[in-house]
């Protein structure tokens, strides 16, 4: 069993991960609303992603012999002033991911919880990698600016993407 201010951090964390499902939720509803399909499949597959890092906190909690507790998840916003203001807000939302698993992180140091450390250096693994993609599609779209066919092109793109669950090979 984990100390009570490791339970309550991680159930914290839980919640702002099925939040960030919430708002990419929201971004998709906003692309298909405004025709671009590919971008709305990216956002639902990164919603998807979400949800499966909040469920895997929430398992690991359970692993541990502690109690899960779930708390209400926040609205999220539903507009935006086109793709390029999504992005820098994706970048945002997972700069303050970042910032939420390291606090995380030295939490678990401080309380010199080590089953909790190494749980989380997944997430420091995927919180790199998930600012790279999200910095990568905002710079793609700083460098289209207005150009519509470019649009479509990097939307075209982006409906390629094909959602990977979690599996015990990409678990750990």
């Known amino acids: ?37 590919g971008f709305a499949n990216w956002m639902r597959i990164q919603a998807q992603e979400e949800r499966d890092h909040a469920m895997k906190i929430f398992d690991y909690i ?3 012999g502690d109690n899960v507790k779930l708390f209400s998840i926040k ?6 002033d086109g793709p390029l ?19 995380l992180v030295d939490l678990a140091e401080e309380l010199k919880d080590r089953a909790t450390y190494n749980f989380l250096q997944w997430y420091i693994d995927e919180q790199v990698e998930e600012e790279e993609n999200a910095n990568e ?3 793609k779209l700083e460098w289209i600016g207005d150009r519509k066919e470019a649009i479509f092109m990097l ?6 993407r094909v959602y990977s669950p979690l599996t015990q090979n990409n678990n750990t």
Request: charged residues 30%; glycine residues 2%.
């Open 1 to 37: 069993m984990m100390e009570e201010r490791m339970i309550e951090a991680l159930n914290k964390q839980t919640n702002e991960e099925f939040y960030s499902a919430y708002l990419y939720l929201s971004m998709s509803a906003y692309f298909e609303k405004i025709g671009l399909k």
């Open 62 to 64: 359970l692993s541990r």
């Open 75 to 80: 609205e999220p916003t539903e507009k935006w």
């Open 85 to 103: 203001d999504v992005f820098k807000q994706v970048l945002e939302h997972e700069k303050h991911i970042t910032k939420c698993i390291n606090d």
């Open 137 to 139: 599609i905002l710079n």
């Open 155 to 160: 939307d075209n793109e982006l409906g390629q």
